[in-house]
T-cell receptor, first 117, second 114 residues
């Protein structure tokens, strides 16, 4: 079964510290993309970072980095130097093609991050 | 510019009303998506358009009717909705369909069906 698991319903971090949000995935498809999105209370889904299944290096985007461990099927998001504005729900998602040419963006249940001053 | 716009931001409608949600992107993306998101849940895919043609309908009830008038616009026509259809409706676009392309989401329309 193709699924994304986020085991941390909620996480707390002190401002300026780093935090890791966990994500594991399950697919037998060799070609897939892994994404992290941030969703503040306003509702908008903000794309943060992407990792392709064939990428050799871990993706980085500013304060965001993706710790991609293919053998363990994990794609953890690391946020460095947390800011108060980072408080939001974070979704890990996997994009893959299904048989018959369909495609799916499978989301995890999300992790609610709270940054404390 | 990675902007997807959606209107209206909020919508309240009765079960007998007909309304439409609109989505627009000017990034030249050829794939566009509608998602439904209930509170504290991840988004669920409803429809996928690729090159202005409906590619995927995730068994969505016929009271939801998508339309792609051109490559920049995506509409979702609503008719005879039920209170359980109240949710955040998100539009997204992607350069192409395929696993290697990120999807960019709009701010969503919060729909309340009374």
């Amino acid at each position: 079964a193709q699924k994304i698991t986020q085991t941390q319903p909620g996480m707390f971090v002190q401002e300026k510290e780093a935090v890791t949000l966990d994500c594991t995935y399950d697919t037998s498809d060799p070609s897939y993309g892994l994404f992290w999105y941030k969703q503040p209370s306003s509702g908008e889904m903000i794309f943060l970072i992407y990792q392709g299944s064939y990428d050799q290096q871990n993706a980085t985007e500013g304060r965001y980095s993706l710790n991609f461990q293919k053998a363990r099927k994990s794609a953890n998001l690391v946020i460095s130097a947390s800011q108060l504005g980072d408080s939001a729900m974070y979704f890990c998602a996997m994009r893959l093609l299904t048989q018959g040419g369909s495609e799916k963006l499978v989301f995890g249940k999300g992790t609610k991050l709270t940054v404390n001053p | 510019d990675t902007e997807v716009t959606q209107t209206p931001k909020h919508l309240v409608m009765g079960m007998t009303n007909k309304k439409s949600l609109k989505c627009e992107q000017h990034m030249g993306h050829r794939a566009m998506y509608w998602y439904k998101q209930k509170a504290k849940k991840p988004p669920e895919l409803m429809f996928v358009y690729s090159y202005e043609k409906l590619s995927i309908n995730e068994s969505v009830p016929s009271r939801f009717s998508p339309e792609c008038p051109n490559s920049s616009l995506l509409n979702l026509h609503l008719h005879a909705l039920q209170p359980e259809d109240s949710a955040l409706y998100l539009c997204a676009s992607s350069q192409e369909r395929g696993v290697l392309y990120e999807q960019y989401f709009g701010p969503g329309t919060r729909l309340t069906v009374t």
